[in-house]
């Protein structure tokens, strides 16, 4: 499964070393996480590795096998506060130094899965300039809050907004949780839809075979393209101009208006469509 | 035995004749026998005028056999409509033993998992000479290991039926499993318990074999209605059985689409190439298969088909309820069934006009007045190896021992404007692109594309599609760098070991040997 990893159209994947290995197995489970990292090529697709959380006994030992291994990112789970931020920072600092890596080329995607990590978001985001995402561990947060996660995921809006808003103040990435039913595209494709909504910049997939329905998702429209074009178009020739006022087909446009139109050529070109004319 | 050998225009070497099966031609070319000056003079074989008879039906198996007039050396021949659950071969082999036949040829259309009992027929000298599209399990390790003194001939399903047709392959008594018969042979797969759709290769035996009789477990009133597969008046004796096989095993062609990662990548690909080509338009023609990602590409075709108001044509071949669903859909105006791989086509080929069943030769003969697969756009196929020639093998396993069937595969690539193989980069750790593939049953000039989840090679050929496949920013990867890519990840698999003893060949669809089977060492 390893080797196929990076072929199925993902922007990264996460290899686990947290809840889907047991206990028995979390030692085998980390030289081979180690062995693909330094094995595999994995194209242009990022490599994120989530190692176990701050609170067990396998934390430190994940990061002195992984770290060397070079991952993109470093994806911490059950994190409640910043300190658990600062903490997983300053051990890779150490371990760049160490083994001679370029000082912060890792990355770190914080999991928020706990009320206590809710309402210290803004902290949390806050901690580390290694910080490059947000995400939100649906289940598990679910679980603390003593609800049932459901399909339509109404009941952690709050949660996913907070994450959200706390990672663009702080221009992270807020990746959304993953949708468990990997029978059901119809209500993936109605969840992701809804991230994208929200304001998420991605969602996790927990099988391939999401894969194309969350990047179809993320994907705007050829219309809602050529609109954001040609907005983007008179933004840079009014700037060209040095005019402060842009105007398009005798309307005036804002620039919060040109800033969502760069945003949807920035998805476009994320999801691969060809962005012409520009 | 020795024999002589002769270089074919694939540099394979191949015998130049087998004893007591003739003289064979090399092979020269995919299309050599097919510029129009080609001649071919059919020998008809004697067949004796039956006094008139308001029943056909004998008492028993061995009753019939008795009076099919069936004498040791002939040959005898079978349908593989039942697929893994047919009985009948197991059923007439055992009776044939009994009654102390030897060195018969049998010549079924093909041989599955149901047909361990054809490799102790071997074993016993009651077979000795074997024609065949496939094998599998038991057949295919008594062939590699070299039990037969007679070479085993492989033939393509349209390659089969050129060769009844020619007279090549002489078929003294055909035994047909029936699904349904009445009293004078009228017969259907479309009906019964063991309904296995679709009769269309043994359309080819019934007509050309010296004698027909039909094993039937479920005989009905006559006249049988409102569907006739096979008629009356090819059909000298009636047997009646117990059960001609297992209903559970005959619905086989997996109906459910893969949820395996790999071979949904190769599905999405595979579609994302054929669209990108433009080859999904109003009146396309189809082929596509029931195993590995055939029914994930079908899905593609059908949500793009039903997305862009699009109608197609026809499909063919191995049909399966997927493609019966698309034909009620309306996406396609007619279903040509040579083959059915599932159960759920039964009611539609029983009921819908335009789910029309076909005979082998008019699926794919090459020799005949215009076979379906010369019109075809686009046909998907598998395979157990491709080369950096593009060549296809479809019979030889990895450990060397044959375990695969020739089907529709060289008469369908040869005859499609687009020709697609779909393969993952490597099973159980052994790469599936090689510098020269074991077995050549598909000649690379007739393939276009090799699809894996790594990438897609196209045959340099095909300048065309390399374009369109760029212009959609499609994985497309030099068949060479891919090959090397997946060695990164898998190494190169040390070579097998053959013995320098013929144990088959592999005739072309035009008659032609592309290829030869080596005994295993």
Redesign the interface.
């Known amino acids: 499964m390893l080797q196929n990893c990076a072929i199925y159209g993902s922007d990264g994947v996460l290899l686990d070393l947290e809840d889907s290995i047991s206990m028995a197995e979390k030692d085998a489970a980390r030289k081979l996480v180690r062995h693909a990292l330094l094995s595999l090529d994995f194209g242009n697709v990022e490599r994120i590795v989530r190692i176990n959380g701050r609170g067990t006994p396998y934390f430190e030992a994940d990061l002195a096998e992984i770290v060397p291994a070079r991952p993109d990112a470093i994806r911490l789970p059950k994190v409640d506060s910043a300190d658990d931020i600062i903490v997983l920072d300053r051990l890779i600092s150490q371990l760049e130094v160490e083994y001679k890596i370029e000082p912060g080329s890792i990355g770190i995607q914080a999991m928020l899965e706990t009320a206590r990590s809710i309402i210290n978001v803004n902290d949390i985001a806050a901690a580390s300039p290694r910080l490059v995402g947000l995400t939100l561990g649906g289940q598990d947060l679910a679980a603390d809050l003593g609800i049932k996660a459901t399909k339509s995921g109404l009941e952690l809006m709050y949660a996913k907004s907070a994450v959200i808003i706390a990672a663009k103040a702080f221009g992270l990435h807020a990746f959304d949780t993953v949708y468990t039913d990997i029978d059901d595209l119809e209500g993936l494709k109605e969840q992701a839809e809804m991230s994208v909504a929200l304001g998420f910049s991605g969602k996790a997939a927990i099988h391939p075979s999401q894969i194309h329905v969350i990047n179809a998702a993320f994907t705007p429209t050829e219309k809602e393209i050529a609109k954001a074009v040609r907005i983007a178009k008179a933004a840079r020739e009014a700037a060209k101009e040095g005019l402060g006022v842009i105007a398009l087909d005798g309307k005036m446009i804002d620039t919060p208006v040109v800033a969502q139109a760069e945003r949807i050529i920035e998805l476009a070109a994320l999801a691969g469509v060809e962005v012409s004319d520009l | 035995m020795s024999y002589s050998f002769v270089r074919n225009s694939l540099e394979r070497m191949v015998p130049s004749e087998i004893p007591g099966m003739g003289r064979f031609h090399p092979y020269a070319g995919a299309y050599a026998r097919l510029d129009g000056s080609f001649v071919w003079t059919p020998k008809a074989l004697p067949k004796k005028v039956p006094a008139p008879s308001a029943n056909k039906i004998a008492n028993n198996l061995r009753e019939a056999i008795e009076r099919s007039g069936l004498q040791n050396g002939q040959t005898i021949s079978f349908h593989h409509h039942l697929r893994n659950g047919d009985a009948v071969v197991g059923l007439v082999l055992a009776e044939l033993e009994k009654m102390g036949f030897r060195d018969l040829t049998l010549a079924p259309s093909s041989l599955g998992d149901a047909h361990d009992c054809v490799a102790d027929a071997i074993r016993k000298g009651v077979v000795t000479k074997l024609n065949t599209s496939g094998v599998r399990g038991e057949v295919g390790k008594v062939i590699s290991s070299g039990l037969l003194d007679t070479p085993v001939i492989i033939r393509s399903h349209g390659g089969r039926a050129r060769a009844i047709e020619e007279g090549s392959l002489k078929i003294d008594v055909a035994f047909i499993a029936a699904p349904a018969c009445d009293r004078l042979g009228n017969m259907t797969g479309s009906m019964g318990k063991a309904a296995c759709g679709s009769m269309g290769y043994a359309m080819i035996d019934a007509r050309y074999a010296s004698h027909v009789i039909v094993v039937t477990d479920n005989l009905v009133e006559y006249p049988l209605s409102p569907r006739i597969s096979i008629p009356q008046y090819l059909v000298d004796q009636i047997v009646v059985v117990d059960s001609i096989g297992d209903p559970a095993k005959i619905a086989t062609g997996a109906t459910r689409i893969t ?1 395996d ?2 071979q ?2 190769i599905a ?1 690909l595979a579609f994302n190439l054929i669209q990108s080509a433009g080859y999904i338009k109003d009146n396309c023609s189809f082929q596509t298969g029931g195993g590995g990602p055939s029914l994930a590409v079908a899905r593609y075709v059908r949500e793009y088909m039903k997305e862009h108001s699009i109608r197609g044509s026809y499909c063919i071949g191995g049909i399966t309820g997927y493609m019966a669903d698309m034909l009620k859909e309306g996406l396609f105006r007619v279903l040509f069934d040579v083959q059915s791989f599932d159960a759920a086509v039964t009611s539609s080929l029983a009921q819908n006009p335009h789910h029309i069943e076909t005979d082998a030769s008019w699926y794919a003969n090459p020799f005949n007045k215009g076979c379906l697969v010369n019109d075809l756009d686009v046909v998907i196929l598998a395979a157990l190896d491709v080369d950096i020639d593009f060549n296809v093998d479809v019979l030889t396993g990895h450990d060397g021992v044959l375990r695969g069937a020739s089907g529709g595969h060289c008469d369908t690539a040869a005859g499609a404007k687009l020709t697609v193989v779909t393969i993952p980069s490597m099973r159980n750790g052994v790469p599936s692109i090689r510098s020269r593939v074991q077995t050549v049953v598909t000649p690379g000039e007739t393939v276009d594309v090799i699809v894996t ?2 990438g897609i090679a196209i045959n340099p050929r095909r300048q065309d599609l390399l374009e369109s496949a760029r212009n959609a ?1 499609l994985p497309v990867k030099d068949i060479a760098q891919l090959k090397t ?1 997946i060695e ?2 898998t190494g190169v698999p040390e070579e097998i070991h053959f013995a320098d003893e013929l144990v088959g060949v592999v005739e072309y669809r035009d008659g032609t040997l592309i290829d030869s089977i080596w005994k295993i060492r």
Do not use: A, D, N
């Open positions: 949820r990662p790999v949904l990548r999405e989840e790594r920013r890519e990164k990840i």
